[in-house]
């Protein structure tokens, strides 16, 4: 049937194969050449919320080897004075509970529509506030707080520069910030704001018609959730006039080291720390900021309550 003997495709049956895997051993060798020539490839990496996070330290800054306790200035005067103070506190905190919720009668409490928080009517409100740019990191900006004409008003000025540090690590720079401190109880224990009876914050400023951010930072529960803050954006309009600003806090959106988080939860109310406002609008040069007072208030009108999207745990079957 065939024209060729049974030894001949024997034969040819067999360098076939080895042809084949000679063939095969010659493309597993220059794979493996090609992969050492190659650099390393990793891959991607999102970032993620780590949960040990510590203390910003500015490049090439060395370490403190110094333990917490090391630290304290031990004296014996200013210890007296400290024992006083605390007591005197102490002894206001214990009668105002006598009284109602922060010292006043709970129908007030209860009906009371409008308070005002912060309002800069002498030298030592501004005692309670706080300032600082990108100069800590080796910046270019510079930010100055005082008091403004009569000394009725908080004004916030300085200069904005984007130019990043050069010490080969920092790309991005140019922000100046004002932030409230945290109150203070008796014996240095924290003592938050309670604004579950208002809805909506309220200011009133006059800017240069630069956009600012409003934070506002809340006690947490964990200790990776202590930069986590809440904000919303503050149009200014410039010009001479002022400005009259309504934010419901429903408005506010969750955000974490300048990163706004997936996960959003309404602002809570009972557990407020801080307010601060930021610029960053990489427009370099003057700015300023005069603040009146600050203030919340409920607003019937308004019903929502939180204007983002949530994820729902444990829906329902």
């Known amino acids: 049937?065939?024209?060729?003997?049974?030894?001949?495709?024997?034969?040819?049956?067999?360098?076939?194969?080895?042809?084949?895997?000679?063939?095969?051993?010659?493309?597993?060798?220059?794979?493996?050449?090609?992969?050492?020539?190659?650099?390393?490839?990793?891959?991607?990496?999102?970032?993620?919320?780590?949960?040990?996070q510590g203390q910003y330290r500015r490049p090439g800054q060395p370490k403190e080897d110094k333990f917490p306790w090391q630290k304290i200035k031990f004296d014996f005067a200013k210890?007296?004075?400290?024992?006083?103070?605390?007591?005197?506190?102490?002894k206001t905190e214990f009668f105002d509970r006598w009284v109602g919720p922060e010292g006043k009668p709970i129908i007030d409490h209860m009906l009371e529509q409008n308070r005002v928080i912060w309002e800069f009517r002498g030298p030592?409100?501004?005692?309670?506030?706080?300032?600082?740019?990108?100069?800590?990191?080796?910046?270019?900006?510079?930010?100055y707080l005082k008091l403004g004409k009569n000394n009725n008003t908080c004004f916030l000025?300085?200069?904005?520069?984007?130019?990043?540090?050069?010490?080969?690590?920092?790309?991005?720079?140019?922000y100046c910030t004002m932030r409230s401190k945290q109150p203070l109880a008796s014996f240095d224990r924290k003592k938050h704001y309670d604004w579950t009876n208002f809805n909506t914050l309220f200011l009133r400023i006059r800017g240069d018609g630069r956009p600012w951010?409003?934070?506002?930072?809340?006690?947490?529960?964990?200790?990776?959730?202590?930069?986590?803050?809440?904000?919303?954006?503050?149009?200014t309009r410039g010009g001479p006039y002022w400005q009259d600003v309504k934010i419901?806090?429903?408005?506010?959106?969750?955000?974490?080291?300048?990163?706004?988080?997936?996960?959003?939860?309404?602002?809570?109310l009972d557990k407020i720390n801080t307010i601060g406002f930021t610029l960053?609008?990489?427009?370099?040069?003057?700015?300023?900021?005069e603040i009146d007072y600050i203030g919340v208030c409920k607003d019937y009108a308004h019903t929502e309550e939180f204007a983002y999207e949530v994820y729902k745990r444990n829906p329902e079957v």
């Open 1 to 52: 049937m065939y024209p060729y003997s049974e030894s001949f495709r024997s034969a040819l049956k067999c360098r076939c194969q080895r042809s084949h895997v000679s063939l095969h051993r010659r493309l597993l060798s220059s794979i493996h050449q090609q992969q050492l020539l190659l650099p390393s490839i990793t891959p991607l990496t999102v970032p993620r919320r780590a949960v040990i």
């Open 213 to 235: 951010m409003i934070n506002i930072a809340t006690e947490t529960y964990f200790s990776h959730q202590k930069d986590d803050i809440y904000c919303y954006f503050l149009y």
């Open 79 to 90: 210890g007296v004075e400290g024992i006083k103070k605390h007591f005197t506190l102490l």
């Open 248 to 268: 419901p806090f429903s408005k506010f959106f969750l955000t974490h080291r300048g990163r706004i988080q997936d996960d959003q939860h309404p602002l809570w």
């Open 124 to 143: 030592e409100s501004l005692e309670g506030w706080t300032v600082s740019s990108d100069c800590e990191i080796g910046g270019q900006s510079e930010v």
């Open 280 to 289: 960053g609008d990489k427009a370099d040069g003057p700015f300023q900021l």
């Open 157 to 174: 000025y300085g200069t904005l520069s984007s130019t990043p540090p050069k010490d080969g690590e920092t790309r991005y720079s140019g």
